[in-house]
């Protein structure tokens, strides 16, 4: 799991995602915060900016491996990903990465499509599930299910099946026509497939 510093969700979903993974990975720049929830991080990885001394949280998270990452090409994020993938693992969940600062959320979302072939990723927050779809997906949903299909750029050849708002060989474009605040008809199966493009799915609630 990696925690970014974006806007904290709850702690039961915090602990409901912290039983499940066997390494932690903290930006720099939310450590603090971790440290106030009392969570065992794994890693520390980030540029160290801004007089960041890294070894003061190795005392107080021994034992914890520091990863010094100073290039500024990539997002804090974009590097944890990096280190994931340099180190063999082929999933993580990501939290606090929404939320706050607009462009770092929609950084965060859209950055998903760069790693489709190495990481599966998933960012989760109070509010929704966020993940790159594959070109054929089917998922057993519960009836009014709220579910958003955002492209990043453009997507051809859509096509939905159990859904409110139904595609048949469609097309998405970001900013013009996005398939936001779907539904699911029936409790059953969802089937989506498309053959171009990056499409986001988003399994939202309201509370």
Request: a negative charge.
């Amino acid at each position: 799991m990696i925690i970014a510093n974006g806007e904290a969700c709850s702690m039961d979903l915090l602990q409901q995602l912290l039983e499940w993974v066997p390494l932690v990975v903290v930006l720099d720049t939310a450590m603090s915060r971790v440290m106030e929830l009392g969570i065992k991080v794994d890693v520390l990885l980030g540029d160290f900016d801004r007089d960041f001394d890294p070894e003061y949280y190795r005392s107080l998270q021994y034992p914890l491996e520091i990863v010094h990452t100073p290039d500024q090409v990539h997002t804090d994020l974009d590097k944890a990903y990096l280190y994931l993938i340099e180190r063999g693992i082929k999933a993580a969940n990501v939290v606090w990465g929404t939320g706050r600062r607009a462009d770092h959320s929609i950084t965060n979302m859209t950055n998903l499509v760069r790693y489709r072939e190495q990481l599966k990723i998933v960012l989760y927050d109070d509010y929704s599930k966020i993940f790159l779809l594959p070109r054929q997906f089917e998922k057993w949903y519960p009836k009014g299910y709220k579910l958003s299909l955002i492209p990043v750029g453009t997507v051809h050849h859509i096509t939905t099946r159990n859904l409110a708002y139904p595609l048949t060989d469609e097309s998405l474009t970001i900013g013009y026509r996005s398939g936001s605040s779907n539904h699911v008809s029936e409790d059953g199966f969802v089937q989506i497939s498309y053959k171009e493009g990056d499409l986001l799915m988003m399994e939202c609630k309201d509370n």
